[in-house]
């Protein structure tokens, strides 16, 4: 009897904690059991989204620097160019008076991120900045950076020209000349852009020597160049091409010229000298420029009270969306009693039929909030940002059979609910391709576009999906 008794102790202990198991809602998509989210679901709370432009961020360091130009049909035209310092091969460089230029070359390394029509061809011009770029403190992506238009040696101020194709996944052979040994080859994946023999004369082989002192002096002289598209000479839809100006060693202006051997006066030697463009060194920043005219952006932009089917997300320091959740504070009192958060999930759709080449969607999406001071700040589930309760899969890449995005914002939510957070404004934003280019502000680094249906869009939504359990 005393066994019996046990076994049957067990049994109901058994079916207890069966029944308690089942008397709860399980939410999940073919999930274990031991990891499904328990709790109610509630997936019908109003949420709002304005298209707003972003801010001018800093472009100085960039991981990757943006060129080109491009028309959408629905974002309007962006344009994009670079302004660089360009530095001496080394302090106290030499070049001999009688020194005979053979060319030059302005090469730029691609990086990743090609954005746009790859069929389109451009006509890519090179300028002379008018003011030392080296000597600058502020490089705001809306800074339109002046140059010579018109010289003695260049009529136009085009000093550089480069027409065709840009083409980020071919090599190309560059000639590397070493003094004393033969000529060498090596591959790289570069716009090469030739520039103009007179004006690299007069502007590098005679300048002053006290000029080629360091790169200070040098660029006070020589002040740096304006990388930019000609508008008349782009054929189709265009793109953005990124480029890489962080290694000393692959970004600059190549510079072939002869000269006297150092001792053997009657022979000619070949120097191969590359000025270097690089973040490292000098800066070097990116002016974007969009124009909205005519498109559905501009009907929001000056229509900020209307609630629209769709809204747009640009980078390129291009639109961001303000999303408010009006009624959420009168979600307790709804449900009546406090609730636990289990889950939060806000799931972003992108819009049908809007991501037809070559418009694809951004790669990722960024999720952030205002702190008190209306700087921007990580919400408490990213695992950027410091809180204990950040994520690992917190969400934001681009699902391409779901056509989404999804972000984990449980500890967010459930701190605005429980009123130890204020929404001073919540953002979703275009953010670089990879978690670790992921960042708060609006840098250029990425050309995608994202058309998301708002709330209102009958098919494809916006939409929160909470999944809580009531305090009693």
């Not at 090469?192 to 023999?197: A, E, F, G, H, P």
């Amino acid at each position: 009897m005393k066994f019996y008794k046990i076994d049957l102790l067990t049994l109901l202990i058994g079916l207890f904690l069966f029944a308690s198991c089942k008397s709860s809602n399980t939410i999940g998509l073919d999930v274990d059991p031991e990891t499904a989210v328990q709790g109610e679901l509630i997936d019908t709370l109003t949420i709002n989204t304005q298209t707003l432009l972003e801010d001018p961020t800093t472009t100085n360091n960039l991981a990757r620097y943006p060129l080109g130009l491009l028309t959408d049909p629905v974002l309007g035209t962006t344009e994009a160019s670079i302004a660089m310092s360009v530095n001496l091969p080394s302090s106290n460089y030499k070049i001999q008076l009688d020194a005979t230029l053979d060319s030059a070359v302005l090469l730029l390394p691609y990086a990743s991120g090609f954005y746009g029509d790859s069929t389109s061809v451009y006509s890519v011009n090179v300028h002379q900045l008018t003011e030392n770029l080296s000597t600058q403190t502020s490089f705001p992506s809306n800074k339109e950076w002046s140059v010579n238009t018109s010289s003695e040696l260049v009529p136009n101020g085009v000093i550089g020209n480069f027409t065709g194709r840009l083409r980020p996944n071919t090599a190309i052979r560059v000639t590397e000349v070493v003094s004393g040994k033969a000529d060498s080859t090596k591959s790289v994946k570069a716009l090469r852009i030739k520039l103009d023999n007179n004006f690299i004369t007069e502007s590098i082989l005679r300048i002053p020597a006290n000029a080629l002192v360091n790169s200070a002096f040098f660029n006070s002289r020589f002040k740096g160049l304006r990388v930019s598209v000609n508008k008349e000479g782009v054929s189709g839809k265009g793109a953005l091409a990124f480029f890489n100006v962080s290694n000393t060693e692959d970004a600059g202006l190549e510079v072939y010229f002869k000269q006297n051997n150092a001792t053997t006066a009657s022979k000619k030697d070949t120097v191969s000298a590359l000025f270097p463009v690089s973040t490292s060194l000098n800066p070097v920043a990116a002016t974007v420029k969009h124009d909205y005219t005519g498109t559905p952006v501009e009907t929001q932009l000056a229509n900020p009270g209307v609630q629209y089917e769709t809204t747009y997300l640009q980078g390129t320091t291009g639109l961001r969306n303000k999303i408010t959740f009006p009624h959420l504070a009168s979600l307790i009192q709804n449900l009546g009693g406090k609730v636990i958060i289990n889950k939060a999930e806000l799931v972003v759709d992108l819009a049908a039929g809007t991501d037809v080449a070559p418009f694809t969607p951004a790669d990722r999406l960024a999720l952030y909030r205002y702190d008190i001071a209306g700087q921007r700040a990580y919400i408490p589930d990213d695992p950027l940002g410091t809180d204990r309760r950040k994520l690992i899969n917190y969400g934001g890449t681009y699902d391409a059979t779901k056509k989404n995005y999804s972000f984990v914002i449980t500890a967010y939510l459930q701190d605005l609910l429980d009123g130890k957070t204020q929404d001073y404004g919540t953002y979703i934003a275009t953010t670089g391709a990879t978690g670790t280019e992921s960042t708060l502000l609006a840098v250029p680094t990425s050309g995608g576009r994202s058309v998301i249906g708002s709330f209102n869009n009958p098919n494809n939504k916006v939409k929160l999906n909470i999944y809580y359990t009531k305090i009693q």
